[in-house]
């Protein structure tokens, strides 16, 4: 595809902060920074998080990126290792995935992450009466990250009902525990604090030294990141806000600087880029939601 018809069909954001950053991203790539959250934003929600696959168009639109901008990055409330796994991420040259909010870090191949505060062994113990004693219906699923534990309701007749019973004793746990409580889609996380997407970006804008800052999420866990951009936006670093609307997504489109229909058009925005950045044609004009 000609770089005159990949920069027609860039969609813009829609405020002015926006359409900076993507300008910065576009004109000066290897100085520049693309972050995307894992679920919901590069693969579809779907009933089994085991089958959540990246979408195909956006790998390959990353493994084009690759080379060409500075830092590729994923940041996901998933296992490093399993998010590189389950999305064939080791196949995108120099990406870096960071697992747990941030926890963890995977890179060439292998994976750095500090160790596991005594906290989660604490909460490990615990959670299984606590979950009988408020009485989580039936199809409430744990999930045991390692570094963090996570309790989901979509299984469950009535999810935010379930959600709701469960947020209570789960945070009285997460303070004894001296864990911080991640709300996300029909799910709670209880995991160490100090660490959440919008310090995993902010620390690897500064370790990258990026001079421009793209973020793609969709969920509650990607608020933080959302707002770290607005924050290196006031520092002078140019940043956009990419939102992955579908009808899972709980993050208001106020939110974002730019709105795209779910991993589809997170993958169709990723392949445009790739395009214009690969044969050197500037951003189009407006034209995005």
Not at 53 to 59: L, R, T, W
Not at 221 to 237: K, Y
């Amino acid at each position: 595809m000609s770089p005159g018809h990949a920069a027609a069909r860039l969609p813009r954001p829609g405020t002015a902060e926006g359409r900076a950053g993507l300008d910065a991203l576009a004109s000066a790539p290897a100085r520049a920074l693309i972050a995307t959250d894992y679920d919901g934003t590069l693969a579809p929600i779907v009933s089994d998080p085991a089958a959540a696959y990246v979408h195909p168009v956006a790998i390959a639109a990353l493994r084009r990126l690759s080379g060409a901008v500075g830092t590729l990055a994923v940041i996901t409330g998933r296992p490093a290792a399993q998010a590189v796994e389950l999305g064939g991420l080791a196949s995108v040259p120099g990406l870096v995935v960071l697992g747990h909010y941030g926890w963890e870090r995977w890179a060439n191949g292998r994976i750095k992450a500090p160790a596991t505060p005594p906290g989660v062994a604490a909460a490990r113990r615990e959670l299984p009466g606590l979950l009988h004693a408020a009485a989580a219906p039936d199809g409430t699923r744990t999930e045991d990250k390692g570094h963090a534990l996570a309790v989901h309701t979509r299984g469950t007749a009535d999810p935010d009902a379930a959600l709701a019973r469960l947020r209570g004793p789960l945070q009285a746990l997460a303070e004894r525990a001296g864990l911080t409580v991640e709300p996300g889609r029909r799910v709670i996380e209880l995991r160490p604090p100090g660490m959440d997407k919008g310090v995993a970006l902010r620390d690897l804008t500064a370790e990258r030294a990026a001079r421009s800052v793209m973020f793609c999420g969709d969920d509650l866990g990607d608020l933080a990141a959302f707002a770290a951009v607005r924050a290196l936006r006031a520092d002078g670093i140019p940043g956009v806000n990419v939102i992955s609307a579908a009808p899972e997504s709980e993050v208001p489109p106020s939110e974002g600087d730019l709105v795209v229909d779910g991993p589809d058009g997170i993958a169709a925005l990723l392949a445009a880029l790739g395009d214009i950045i690969r044969g050197g044609a500037p951003p189009g004009p407006p034209g995005s939601r």
